[in-house]
């Protein structure tokens, strides 16, 4: 196993599967994953610049420069914004109302107790490997390697009872605690969901999979996985999976 830290796009450029993309391809026909277009929407940038504020700030406010709204019909906003501009130089730019918003979130996860331990470790390292013959590679955004276990933050809307499960199982996050864990020899039941809302009071829940999300996520993996080294042996594509064949051929699902 390769371990290395390296960019965002050295990382992303590799060819070899990702947690991410089996969690796409446990929705989707291999065909989608495919010709998917890695397009950063706004919820995604927000949550890769949270990430850096929580888990590395002295990198964040190095990399992001808070951009104010100015009223541009006025001749001395367009001078501060040029200004502005200027500091902005070789920075992100990141309005200046989600820039406050993720100072918050940051406060927060740092104020609490429990996601304050799972935020020291070694920090989005790449990791490049073979498993199954299959070229795959993972960056978990925290790991500790002597203790044995891996964070993740995830930012949510609004955390309530039933929001928490809801993400774990609809956005695959079983899956991805899944396939960190066994490729990086970390026991299943040492990985840590942080979870902060993106919106006041900026609550924060340290989550633990249950039994039954484990089961989920294994079983989610291993059929994503077993599709996509098919795919990789036979260079063919089959559409959705079916569970048999009517008469006619139509595929039973």
């Not at 991410?20 to 890769?48: C, D, H, Q, R, V």
């Not at 964070?151 to 039933?162: A, F, G, P, Q, V």
Request: proline share 4%; net charge neutral; glycine share 4%.
């Amino acid at each position: 196993m390769e371990k290395k830290f390296d960019s965002n796009e050295q990382y992303h450029s590799y060819d070899s599967i990702s947690a991410s993309g089996l969690k796409y391809i446990a929705e989707y026909p291999i065909e989608k994953f495919l010709s998917k277009e890695n397009i950063t929407t706004p919820a995604m940038a927000l949550g890769s610049a949270t990430h850096e504020a929580v888990y590395q700030p002295q990198v964040f406010y190095k990399n992001y420069y808070p951009m104010p709204k100015l009223d541009l019909r006025y001749k001395e906003n367009k001078i501060l914004k040029a200004e502005h501009e200027d500091k902005a130089a070789g920075k992100t730019v990141i309005d200046e109302v989600d820039f406050n918003r993720i100072i918050e979130m940051m406060k927060k996860t740092n104020e609490h107790k429990l996601a304050k331990k799972y935020l020291n470790g070694i920090i989005e390292q790449s990791h490049y490997f073979k498993w199954g013959g299959v070229d795959c590679r993972c960056r978990p955004d925290c790991l500790e390697p002597v203790d044995k276990w891996i964070s993740d933050l995830k930012t949510i809307r609004e955390i309530k009872h039933s929001s928490i499960p809801n993400e774990i199982y609809n956005r695959n996050y079983d899956l991805q605690a899944y396939a960190y864990c066994l490729w990086l020899d970390i026991p299943l039941e040492n990985f840590r969901f942080i979870f902060v809302e993106t919106a006041a009071p900026y609550q924060v829940e340290v989550i633990a999979l249950s039994e039954k999300q484990m089961e989920y996520g294994q079983r989610k993996f291993e059929d994503a996985f077993d599709k996509w080294s098919e795919y990789k042996k036979t260079g063919k594509t089959t559409g959705v999976r079916a569970k048999g064949y009517a008469p006619d051929g139509a595929k039973i699902l």
